[in-house]
């Protein structure tokens, strides 16, 4: 038997498979192949078949989809497109006594989708020897027969069909019976014992008989059984089956012990020849595993799990026999029907993800395959998705959706999706199932960096040193990775002709300005720079913002002294009248400070004088006045020492010295040559008697002068000196405010003899209705300011003296 199996597989892989024209019924292409082939053997060619390049199945992900689920069996090459044989095919155990054993694929192509129905046509081989129910068949027969009594025999069972079923029977030569083959209602074969000479029972009580079954197949097989005839009393009346066939209608699932059918046959004879016993005469095995028969009341209960999805009908021949061995036989039909039992199966068949941010709306994300074992409505199968999430399904082909976004996608917002899909049945009651499809955003770079301030202000303190720490800007990016990495830098600009980057430096990492320099508030007290914040994506975005820069100021500027002229100019000396009361303003000294605010805020105070308790000066604007009304017997000569002070921390301090003259008139200048000073050597005797002589001289032939002037012009300034030319100095403010600012502006021309430029006389003249800017104290105005004799102008006259020149 097992050398006969072995050529007939071998025959099969020698068959030539070729392709049948496609049936409605079946699908787009058709195969037909024979049952029992060996694993990678070539069924056909699907590539070619229906037209698709060869070339495309893999970059279309071809695949192969069975319709319902079951086995695969077979396979697609995606190399060569060829249609091969994956599993061992038993077309005996797929479709049983069927004379149709279709197998259905789906031949799923994506990009676009596409899907081909393939039907595989199982053809039957003989594989299978025709096999008996039993081992042994016992026949009783009365010795009453008479020739030509026919006696049915059990019908022998082939699991394969058409010619390679059971075609005939043979019975061991004996010299009673002959068989006799007939052909039943649903084409089976059976044989018949016809008894040709009649049977003795004194002769022979029994007998054995080989009975031979052969199928028509090449090469044949049979099966053999042996028929032992026991000769007993006449019983001449065979069992009667109420039904010729049982149909039956049966839902899936039953319990277990359950009633499907009872048969049920009357026997016309008395006593044992009128018992019937009931017994499965023709059933597959699988049959066998659901249905169990009880032999004496004919009744078929449920043994096994009956499923649709399985099965769909079964089919069974009872046999009804007498206790004589007389039988008859009837068919049994169950058709099974669906319930609602199987919840719809959602098969995600492609995903891309990561999908990008920048995908336009209704593109493709993933393939949805849904698939119901039921049938009728229970099969028929709608699919939802959750609200609130961009994606949508659209129907394709049959059980086919396409995953589709809805709106524009942002990974800042919303980076990953658990999209839930219900797929929900049409059954009484209807049956769901949920699948969660988990899907990643990737990252575009479509943010620019944002900076946390929409302007940046950072104060320094002057004299800072190179690399102190500035500001620190921040900007943000939400995008991912690189494209989230943010660099910072300086917009390149310059500062009063410098280039930016000779000031500041930052930090491309960090955001951290860093100071290149020390800054010097006098030159520059504020300054703007942008900062640049780019990411690294591809092409990168960038934001720009300003971050101004102050310098605050510091106290590192001493009071400058303008008037009276610092140590190491000429000696001045002012002429203070002896009739000079309490209160008068005797001079005055002014200063001013570089720095700024507070820093610049001076006070001015007396630290040595000649006479401590005849003049004060004011703290704030640094006007010297008498103390008390001048004596006769106050010191002709007054030196004062002034310090100013500045209000900053430290403060600093400048000092100057002032010389002051009480006299009422110029006649009293020669006792000038009396005049000393502590601070001065041996010379300053003979530089003074010098400059008394020139003095006297020019002031009688100034007197000459004044006097022919008047006379020619009332107009004109009366001068003191002969041949004088006068020329305006400077305009000294006589106060300074809290903020450093000059008030009550007092304008101090200075007139030089033109023999010499050492002795000077100084007219002072309060101008009340007057003041002059800031940037204007140290320059020399254009026109010479006219002087007045009288009284009401507040003439003062004050004589300098270069004690160089005095002897």
Same mark, same amino acid.
């Given at each position: ?322 206790? $004589? ?97 219900? $797929? ?384």
């Amino acid at each position: 038997m097992g050398d006969k199996k072995s050529s007939l597989s071998n025959l099969a892989c020698g068959l030539v498979f070729f392709l049948i024209s496609a049936l409605p019924c079946f699908g787009d292409v058709s195969y037909s192949v024979p049952e029992e082939m060996k694993r990678g053997s070539i069924i056909g060619n699907i590539a070619k078949d229906i037209g698709v390049d060869v070339t495309s199945l893999s970059a279309r992900k071809a695949r192969l989809d069975t319709d319902g689920g079951h086995r695969r069996f077979c396979d697609i090459n995606l190399n060569s497109g060829d249609f091969i044989v994956s599993e061992r095919i038993d077309r005996e155990e797929l479709c049983g006594e069927k004379a149709s054993c279709p197998l259905k694929y789906e031949l799923v192509l994506e990009d676009p989708l596409e899907l081909h129905r393939i039907t595989l046509q199982i053809q039957d081989i003989n594989d299978n020897p025709p096999t008996f129910a039993r081992e042994l068949i016992k026949l009783e027969i009365q010795e009453s027969a008479v020739k030509g009594a026919r006696f049915p025999l059990d019908e022998a069972h082939d699991a394969d069909i058409g010619q390679n079923a059971v075609q005939s029977y043979t019975l061991q030569r004996n010299d009673h019976f002959v068989l006799a083959v007939h052909t039943n209602t649903d084409g089976g074969k059976y044989g018949e014992l016809v008894l040709e000479r009649e049977l003795d029972r004194e002769e022979q009580k029994e007998l054995t008989l080989l009975l031979t079954a052969n199928d028509g197949g090449t090469p044949q097989r049979s099966g053999t059984v042996v028929v032992h005839i026991a000769v007993l009393d006449a019983n001449d009346n065979i069992p009667v089956f109420s039904q010729a066939v049982y149909e039956v209608s049966l839902p899936e699932n039953p319990p277990l012990g359950s009633v499907v059918v009872a048969v049920s046959a009357t026997d016309a004879d008395e006593g044992a020849n009128g018992e019937v016993t009931y017994d499965f005469s023709r059933i597959s095995d699988k049959t066998k595993k659901v249905f169990s028969i009880n032999h004496k009341t004919g009744e078929i209960r449920i043994s096994g799990t009956i499923d649709f999805e399985e099965e769909s009908v079964y089919e069974m021949r009872i046999e009804g026999k007498d206790g $004589a061995g007389l039988a008859s036989h009837t068919k049994v039909i169950i058709e099974i029907t669906d319930m609602n039992d199987n919840s719809p199966v959602i098969h995600l068949k492609s995903l891309k993800n990561p999908i990008t941010e920048s995908a336009i709306p209704g593109t493709e994300v993933g393939i949805i395959n849904v698939q119901d074992k039921d049938s009728g409505e229970n099969r028929q199968v709608r699919c939802s998705i959750q609200q609130n999430v961009p994606f949508k399904l659209v129907p394709s082909i049959k059980n086919y959706y396409s995953l589709v976004t809805t709106s524009e996608l942002d990974r800042e917002l919303v980076s990953d999706y658990n999209i839930t899909i219900t $797929a929900t049945d049409e059954g009484s009651p209807p049956l769901s199932s949920s699948k969660t499809v988990q899907l990643s955003v990737s990252d575009v770079n479509d943010n620019p960096p944002l900076f946390d301030e929409q302007s940046y202000s950072a104060y320094v303190t002057e004299n800072n040193k190179p690399g102190t720490s500035v500001i620190s800007v921040r900007a943000r990016d939400p995008d991912w990775r690189q494209n989230g990495t943010v660099f910072y830098s300086l917009l390149s600009s310059e500062v009063s002709g410098v280039p930016v980057s000779s000031f500041l430096s930052i930090n491309g990492d960090t955001g951290v300005i860093h100071s290149v320099w020390s800054f010097d508030y006098e030159q520059f007290r504020n300054f703007k720079v942008q900062v640049v914040a780019r990411d690294n994506g591809s092409p990168p975005l960038s934001s720009n913002v300003t971050v101004s820069v102050f310098i605050t100021d510091e106290n590192d500027n001493s009071p400058q002294i303008l008037y009276p002229a610092p140590t190491g100019n000429s000696l001045m000396t002012e002429i203070v009248p002896k009739a000079a009361h309490a209160g008068s303003l005797v001079s005055k000294v002014i200063a001013v400070d570089a720095d700024s605010g507070q820093n610049a805020w001076l006070s001015y105070a007396i630290v040595k004088s000649t006479d401590p308790g005849l003049f004060t000066i004011a703290v704030h604007s640094g006007e010297i006045r008498a103390q008390r009304d001048i004596s006769e017997s106050d010191s002709q000569k007054q030196n004062l020492v002034i310090s100013v002070k500045d209000n900053g921390k430290p403060a600093l301090t400048s000092s100057c010295s002032v010389y002051l003259l009480i006299s009422d008139n110029l006649a009293e200048v020669p006792e000038l040559k009396d005049m000393h000073y502590e601070e001065n050597n041996s010379k300053l005797t003979s530089y003074l008697i010098i400059a008394l002589v020139s003095v006297s001289t020019f002031f009688l032939t100034f007197i000459i002068l004044i006097v022919t002037i008047r006379f020619c012009s009332r107009r004109k300034p009366r001068l003191l000196f002969d041949s004088a030319v006068a020329i305006p100095s400077a305009y000294f403010p006589a106060e300074v405010d809290a903020t450093g600012t000059l008030r009550s502006s007092y304008n101090y021309d200075t007139y030089l003899t033109t023999g010499s430029r050492t002795s000077d006389f100084k007219f002072v003249r309060s101008f009340n209705d007057m003041t002059l800017p800031t940037d204007q104290t140290l320059r020399k105005p254009n026109e010479i300011t006219d002087t007045k004799d009288s009284a009401e102008d507040g003439f003062k006259c004050a004589t300098l003296l270069d004690p160089k020149q005095v002897n």
